[in-house]
C-alpha cells in the first residue's frame, strides 16, 4: 500500500506575493523529486513485533505474502527478511475460507441400548419367572432396570 501526503500552504498576508508563489505553488521540479521518494518506498508496514512500532515505509519490495498457517499479514520481502504489510494483511483475508464446522456427533439411542444390554445380562444372572409374584421375579432376585423388562423404555 503506498501512502501519498499533499499538503497546500495558505499565503502570508504579510509576505510580499512573489515568496507566496514559490511555496504555495509548487514547481515541477519539486513535482518530480517527491514521485521517486514514494516509489523508493516500496512496502508500508513494519518488521518488529507487533506493537513495537508503527507501520512506515520499508524501503522493501513484496516477494509474497504468508499462507493459511501464517499470522494474517504476514509479509515475506525480496531481501529474505519478513514482517507484516497491510498489502498482505488484505490479500489474505480475502482469500480466507472459515473452516467447516465439525458435526455435531448423533447419539443412537437404539445402539446404546442394545450396548446396556449386552453388558448387563453378561455380569448379571437372568431371574426366573414367578407367576404368583407380584413383580413376576422370584424371590431373592435381582430386578433388571425396567429399560430390560419394559418395551419402549430407553436405558
Known amino acids: 500500500m503506498e501512502v501519498t501526503v499533499t499538503s497546500t500552504v495558505q499565503p502570508s498576508t504579510t509576505a510580499p ?3 507566496t508563489t514559490s511555496s ?7 513535482e518530480s523529486a517527491a514521485a521517486p521518494a514514494s516509489a523508493a518506498c516500496g512496502a508500508v508496514g513494519y518488521t518488529a513485533a507487533p506493537g513495537h512500532e508503527r507501520p512506515h515505509c520499508l ?5 509474497s505474502c504468508g499462507t493459511a498457517n501464517h499470522q ?5 520481502f525480496t531481501d529474505g ?4 504489510t497491510q498489502t498482505c494483511q488484505d490479500q489474505m483475508q480475502a482469500a480466507y475460507v472459515p473452516p467447516a464446522p465439525d458435526p455435531i456427533p448423533t447419539f443412537d439411542q437404539d445402539a446404546y441400548n ?3 444390554a449386552e453388558e448387563y ?4 444372572p437372568k431371574p426366573t419367572f414367578d407367576p404368583d409374584s407380584a413383580d413376576g421375579y422370584g424371590p431373592d432376585q435381582e430386578l433388571p432396570p425396567a429399560c430390560l423388562r419394559l418395551e419402549g423404555v430407553d436405558c
Do not use: N
Open 72 to 76: 494474517t499479514g504476514t509479509t515475506f
Open 114 to 116: 442394545e450396548q446396556f
Open 24 to 30: 504555495a505553488d509548487p514547481s515541477p521540479s519539486q
Open 81 to 84: 527478511t519478513s514482517g507484516w
Open 17 to 19: 506575493s512573489s515568496s
Open 121 to 124: 445380562w453378561r455380569t448379571h
Open 59 to 63: 524501503g522493501k519490495q513484496i516477494a
